[in-house]
């Protein structure tokens, strides 16, 4: 802590010579993908700036998740990169055997808002026992619908699905009734990446009591009947009733797409995450936002498969979080700006442009209650119970992407479902190894 | 004077002028190719321990490479688009304008060239805007004018993904060919095709006895040149990012996917000198037809 001390001592005698400036990096544009985040940084930043005498820089990047991990991976080998970088939880294995996070265990010890994180969340944020983020908010996944298409369609409103087969129930009228519009976007294929894993595969997998990693034996999952039951889901969606929109799937710019789609109703149901309403719809983003959101958007829990035995409903969560970059000057000055950033103020305001589940308690109890926002507080209380996380070891992402290449498969009709879970599991054992997958019936 | 009467310059002197050149020609191109193939021999990867501690695999990778299914792809799909876009599309379409602009008016063959140019001096990023605005699907330029005489829309980029991004490159790379088609058509001395005017001789026989046999060696060095720069293009990634599903994954589109969307540094690397291969192959078959060419 004393050494601490004196690294920001000398920083900040340093700073005075020659001008330092704190760059934060983050996935987020004006006016544009995560334009709240900007927002937000230009409404509290001055302040701190203020407070530390130094020039604060946001790096605005709002490129895909996959182009902004790239471009965060190069800047950190090639010795540079911003100081603080707002990054996906799941990265944080990868990146931490290679060296590219600076261990902040030092620095958490120093904000007094780390003791309300919860434990769930640190260790998201951790890998082998040291920590490398601070989360900034997590999330649960559900299924979003237009109020107003359910209306069109003569489907009830509100609508809570108990099982697959009412999913597809709703999606047949919405098909035979509106025509032109897509009744359901599951994410599929390699094109939306992890947003596949995520939003779409995860959510049907876990419904059929399936998962892709085994807790109780460390085992990859390559064949199982709930990996097969969740093609089959895919493929009734896609290739045998046609009720979602499978080149959609595999075009260029595929998310993007899909979120205009749903913006302009031309989408009745869609299975995506908490930031899909509290940033894509929201009524502060000029690109796909609701100004109506409250009233037109609905929300459901995804259900199980609907057999004996399957979960009743399902949920995944994620999470974003602050690292540090381990080639930063002045740890000592990114402590402070980091201690700043999670006083209760800014991130109330955080919270107020850009509603998040809350990975600390102290927020949560705020932001739980109805009054400041109704939505988080419904679906964090409905819906975390039921959630859980990936496996997030470092070869997660090559399994990930191996599952978007088998929904992809199955989707464009490529491959029939054994020949698809076949390449599979082929290549998931290449990664991992044969000792490290297993079957299950 | 010790220089001998054939050579203007001396050997040393030679060689010393040649230096320069070795050097950048060493640092910068010898050097990378055989850095690329020792990467290509490690498992080296962006993130994860490989990052920290990458292995040396021996020829790992490339056994690997000659099973990956998506190696084959983008190499069909490669080699459809050299076929299509520069050595029918680009080489076949500038002979034919050098041709249709040959010996006609200096303002006709004005008006061609910098429209074809035109295409070839912008800028990628705004061509592939320019290329997505004019075949998208829901808002591209194409389809609104079917849509307003009355036809179905297409979704060039899903139903015919391999003809947009040739049809794409055809357009982008036209202008070399032609430019290089047209100067070398001056070189034919015009007294060759004017004795062919007074007997009367078909267009056809003109180009096939007169023209071909008088330009053959340039026109080698265009397929040469264009077949190596078009195994090499990345810019129908802007258009199609490699989809839908691969089908228009390039072999550097696919050593992208691999090298930095997935972060494997090593077998991107050993793809990449597979591809160096298929390059020099290439090029010595040019070199030695056009050799055969030359001598004839």
Do not use: C
């Amino acid at each position: 802590m004393r050494k601490l001390l004196v690294v920001f001592l000398i920083a900040v005698m340093a700073m005075s010579l020659f001008g330092v400036k704190i760059t934060i990096i983050a996935n987020a544009v004006k006016g544009g993908k995560n334009t709240q985040v900007v927002d937000w940084f230009e409404s509290f930043i001055p302040t701190i700036e203020e407070d530390l005498g130094v020039d604060i820089e946001l790096i605005q990047t709002g490129i895909k998740d996959e182009d902004f991990k790239a471009r965060i991976v190069l800047d950190i080998k090639g010795g540079g990169g911003a100081d603080i970088m707002w990054i996906d939880g799941f990265w944080v294995p990868e990146f931490a055997e290679a060296g590219y996070l600076r261990p902040i265990d030092d620095i958490v010890a120093n904000i007094p808002a780390w003791k309300y994180y919860y434990d769930s969340m640190k260790a998201m944020g951790s890998y082998k026992g040291k920590t490398y983020l601070i989360p900034a908010g997590t999330d649960v996944r559900m299924i979003y619908y237009n109020k107003e298409l359910f209306k069109k369609a003569g489907l009830p409103v509100p609508w809570q699905p108990r099982s697959w087969e009412d999913i597809l129930k709703a999606a047949r009228v919405i098909k035979e009734k509106l025509p032109g519009v897509i009744p359901i976007q599951l994410n599929a294929g390699t094109e939306m990446g992890e947003a596949t894993t995520m939003q779409g595969f995860f959510m049907v997998l876990l419904g059929a009591g399936g998962n892709l990693y085994d807790w109780n034996t460390g085992k990859w999952i390559v064949k199982s009947s709930a990996l097969r039951d969740t093609l089959e889901f895919y493929k009734k969606i896609y290739v045998d009733e046609k009720l979602g929109d499978a080149d959609l799937q595999v075009a260029p710019k595929a998310r993007e797409k899909t979120f205009e789609l749903f913006r302009q109703e031309k989408i009745a149901m869609y299975v995506e995450g908490t930031w899909f309403y509290t940033s894509v719809l929201s009524p502060n983003n000029p690109s796909w936002g609701f100004p109506d959101r409250d009233e037109r958007i609905g929300w459901a829990a995804m259900p199980g498969r609907g057999k004996p035995g399957d979960p009743e409903f399902v949920s995944i969560s994620g999470g974003t979080g602050f690292a540090v970059n381990p080639n930063t000057k002045y740890p000592g000055l990114v402590a402070e700006v980091l201690k700043r950033i999670l006083y209760l103020e800014p991130q109330i305001s955080y919270f107020e442009l850009k509603p998040f589940v809350s990975p600390r308690s102290d927020l949560a109890e705020l932001s739980w209650t109805v009054n400041r926002n109704k939505f988080i507080a419904e679906t964090s209380r409905a819906l975390v119970k039921y959630t859980t996380f990936r496996p997030a070891f470092p070869v997660y992402p090559e399994i990930s992407f191996q599952a978007q290449l088998l929904t992809e498969r199955v989707v464009t009709g490529q491959m029939s479902i054994e020949e698809a879970l076949e390449e599979f599991a082929q290549a998931v054992t290449d990664i991992v190894g044969k000792e490290n997958v297993e079957e299950l019936p | 004077m010790r220089g001998s009467a054939h050579h203007l310059i001396g050997k040393k002197t030679g060689i010393l002028m040649l230096l320069p050149s070795l050097v950048l020609i060493g640092t910068f191109l010898v050097f990378p190719a055989i850095w690329v193939l020792y990467m290509g021999m490690t498992n080296e990867t962006l993130t994860g321990i490989r990052a920290a501690n990458p292995q040396f695999v021996g020829l790992q990778n490339f056994v690997r490479i000659f099973k990956d299914r998506f190696f084959y792809n983008a190499l069909k799909i490669s080699l459809l688009f050299v076929f299509g876009s520069a050595i029918v599309g680009q080489a076949g379409l500038g002979m034919t304008l050098s041709v249709i602009t040959y010996r006609k008016s200096k303002k006709f063959r004005s008006f061609v060239q910098a429209v074809v140019i035109l295409a070839w001096i912008i800028p990628e990023v705004v061509v592939a805007y320019l290329w997505v605005a004019f075949l998208d699907k829901d808002f591209g330029t194409l389809n609104n004018v079917l849509h307003w005489l009355g036809f179905e829309k297409i979704n060039w980029f899903y139903d015919y993904p391999v003809l947009s991004i040739i049809l794409f490159n055809t357009w982008r790379g036209t202008a070399f060919s032609m430019l290089l088609f047209s100067a070398a058509l001056e070189t034919i001395p015009p007294s060759y095709l004017e004795a062919a005017d007074v007997m009367n001789v078909s267009p056809w026989r003109k180009f096939k006895d007169i023209i071909l046999p008088n330009i053959k060696s340039y026109i080698f060095t265009d397929l040469i040149l264009i077949t190596l720069w078009t195994f090499n293009v990345f810019s129908p990634y802007l258009l199609t990012h490699g989809g839908p599903s691969f089908k228009t994954e390039l072999l550097p589109i696919y050593i992208y996917r691999n090298a930095f969307r997935y972060f494997k540094i090593g077998y991107g690397s050993a793809i990449s000198a597979v591809v160096l291969g298929i390059n020099l192959a290439l090029a010595l078959v040019y070199l030695r037809l056009s050799g055969r060419g030359a001598r004839k």
